[in-house]
């Protein structure tokens, strides 16, 4: 009988020890996605509308209702988007500036087109969605309604990112393990 080979097994336990914490890790971020989701989720049934300000608005704001005064309306562009029954088309984007400086980037509605709807600003509600940027609810600039941003539509699949580091563990000490008994 052969002796196992100290440095060749000591490199793949290292490497298995490696991928099963980064099993525990994702696991980990699982729980923290769940509970960013939830805060998303009371935020979004939060009904007192947030001022977003010359500084802007964080991330512990998405999804809250918000309002804001564009003072002028800058670079406008056209995104991919749905409307609020789910139709894919484009959303109308226009980079704002706020009073007292600052900027926002609002989500002024939906068209089929790119570079419809025409808006030169001023106040305008919606919902913070992530990047930041203001959807606005109701749309501007004679544009359709966009579907409003969900939390829910966020992906969390650490669950099955922490399955892939523990089967890649197993499979490397299965492989490790043939491979000795082939050298037997």
């Known amino acids: ?6 440095l060749p097994t000591l490199i793949v336990l290292a490497a298995v020890g490696v991928m099963i914490a980064m099993g525990f890790w994702q696991l980990g971020r699982l729980r923290q996605k769940e509970a960013l989701l939830a805060r998303y989720a ?3 049934n939060d009904p007192a509308p ?21 003072g002028a309306v800058g670079a406008r562009s056209s995104i991919a988007g749905r409307n609020a029954a789910g139709q894919p ?12 400086g600052g900027r ?3 989500v002024m509605g939906w068209s089929l087109q790119p570079n419809a709807g025409a808006w030169q600003g001023g106040e305008v509600s919606g919902v913070i969605a992530p990047g930041p940027r203001l ?8 544009l359709g309604e966009n579907a409003i941003p ?3 539509e966020l992906p969390n699949n650490h669950l099955s990112y922490a399955g892939q580091w523990f089967f890649f563990a197993g499979t490397a000490l299965v492989i490790y393990f ?7």
């Open 89 to 100: 088309g484009v959303a109308q984007t226009a980079e704002c500036t706020l009073p007292g």
């Open 42 to 44: 009371a935020a979004r």
């Open 178 to 184: 043939l491979a000795l008994r082939k050298r037997k």
């Open 1 to 6: 009988m052969r002796r196992i080979p100290i």
């Open 104 to 106: 926002a980037l609002v």
């Open 150 to 152: 969900d939390p829910a």
């Open 135 to 142: 959807v606005a609810v109701p749309a501007v600039g004679g």
């Open 50 to 70: 947030v001022e977003w300000t010359s500084a802007g608005v964080g991330k512990g704001l998405f999804y809250r209702r918000a309002h804001l005064t564009c």
